[in-house]
């Protein structure tokens, strides 16, 4: 059974930073392409970072280019999202997403966890 579980959320004051992981049972994240997504209140659901499967490049949302970062660690089988000069419009539950396909993230990938919940705020 494949299970991702987000963890590392919380809330942290403007300018903060956070470091999100995704660990994985069931499937070795180094094989997949994995995404994080976010949806805040009201909104849909929009991807945030994406690391590829096939030479590692990754993606970045122009909305948090420069201030987020998507990382592997393949011995903990594990993706990481470090997120630094947080602002208040990065609050949302953020999910990661795996597939074994895809070579780039899309909202139609075949795993996703259950999100961890981001609170920008003084």
């Known amino acids: 059974q494949v299970q991702l579980v987000e963890s590392g959320g919380g809330l942290v004051q403007p300018g903060g930073s956070l470091r999100l992981s995704c660990a994985a049972s069931?499937?070795?994240?180094?094989?997949?392409?994995i995404g994080w997504f976010r949806q805040a209140p009201g909104k849909e659901r929009e991807g945030v970072s994406c690391?590829?499967?096939?030479?590692?490049?990754?993606y970045h949302a122009d909305s948090v280019k420069g201030r987020f970062t998507i990382s592997r660690d393949n011995a903990k089988n594990t993706v990481y999202l470090q997120m630094n000069s947080l602002k208040p419009e990065d609050t949302a539950i953020y999910y990661c997403?795996?597939?074994?396909?895809?070579?780039?993230?899309?909202?139609?990938?075949?795993?996703w966890g259950k999100g961890t919940l981001v609170t920008v705020s003084e």
């Open positions: 069931g499937i070795t994240l180094d094989y997949y392409t």
């Open positions: 690391i590829s499967n096939t030479d590692g490049s990754t």
């Open positions: 997403a795996a597939d074994g396909i895809a070579t780039m993230c899309d909202y139609g990938m075949d795993y």
